[in-house]
């Protein structure tokens, strides 16, 4: 009996199905233990909002928050805790809670700053839970544990409360502030990161203190070309905003562009400035922004008023 010829194309195709069979399934698996829970991180079936809205359990019935004076304090339920309000002491009602056959002990949040009071936040602050904790069933990246506020939510907060945002406020003195990216020739790579977004270097710092105490200097490497002073208007013109990233347009470009008698090319024209008024009061009504823009300071009489004024 003849044996049945397979083409090494139809093979090759064949093998190739199979493989990438094999990876989507391997990804898609990858991708499920990528979309995590907190509850489900710690190896437990819990769903926050069937217990706060469906049982109508009030966060301090699990959370000793209000009695906590320290972030270092394990405000997570315990077993017993759990076991006495669902009743379950058999062994095989384990899995009701628990995702595994043998679970093992839930990893706890014992690593936040010592100095934070949930006691004082939430009594004298006045702060409910969810103003910090938010979105407890939503999916977390593997290397977060639990649904903490960011540094970014926290300042935004004091901000708002009128709380001083000094480090010390709230980070011990013996705490490593730096953050791992800074520590690896971060001198040199800073520049692009904070081109894209400085949303995340304002956290720590002022770009009008701690940027221009190196960028003025004459020993580092300016973000302008040689002779910039004579070709920055172009990009002024196509974007103040960017410049606005480091300079305070209104006062650093009067104060040079004063300083050397540069003014706009209409400002030359004949009859710019007349005892009844002249040109620049029609261009003032077409389009009053734009003098304002070098001709006003903040607290100040505007320059209009000199002439126009009583």
């Known amino acids: 009996m003849r044996r ?3 083409s090494p194309i139809i093979r090759l195709a064949l093998g190739i199905c199979i493989a990438g069979i094999f990876l989507v399934g391997m990804f898609a698996q990858a991708s499920r233990s990528q979309e995590t829970t907190s509850a489900a991180a710690r190896g437990l079936n819990f769903p926050h909002e ?5 049982v109508e359990l009030e966060c301090a019935a699990c959370h000793a928050a209000k009695a906590s004076t320290t972030g270092r304090d394990d405000l997570l339920p315990g077993h017993d805790q759990c076991s006495d309000c669902h009743g379950m002491d ?3 009602e384990c899995s009701s809670c628990h995702l595994s056959d043998e679970p093992e002990l839930s990893p706890r949040i014992q690593k936040f700053s010592p100095k934070f009071s949930h006691e004082y936040h939430s009594v004298e602050g006045k702060l409910a839970c969810n103003a910090c904790h938010t979105e407890l069933d939503d999916f977390l990246p593997p290397e977060q544990v639990g649904h903490l506020p960011d540094m970014a939510q926290c300042m935004t907060c004091h901000e708002q409360s009128h709380v ?3 480090c010390a406020e709230c980070h011990l003195s013996t705490d490593d502030l730096e953050p791992a990216d800074h520590k690896l020739n971060w001198m040199n790579l800073h520049g692009s990161i904070a081109s894209a977004s400085q949303d995340e270097c304002a956290l720590c710092h002022s770009v009008a203190e701690d940027c221009q105490a190196c960028h003025n200097g004459d020993e580092v490497s300016m973000p302008h070309p040689n002779n910039y002073v004579s070709t920055h208007g172009f990009d002024a013109h196509l974007s103040d905003m960017t410049c606005g990233v480091c300079h305070d347009q209104r006062d650093y470009c009067n104060e040079c562009h004063r300083s050397l ?3 706009p090319a209409d400002h030359f024209r004949g009859g710019w400035v007349t005892a009844s008024g002249g040109v620049h009061s029609e261009e003032a009504k077409f389009d009053l922004e734009s003098c304002m823009s070098c001709h006003e300071a903040p607290e ?3 320059v209009c008023a000199l002439c126009h004024g009583e």
């Open 300 to 302: 100040q009489e505007p």
């Open 164 to 166: 001083s945002n000094a």
């Open 90 to 92: 058999e062994p095989d």
């Open 261 to 263: 008698n540069i003014l």
């Open 4 to 6: 049945k010829y397979t």
């Open 50 to 54: 069937f217990h706060r809205v469906d």
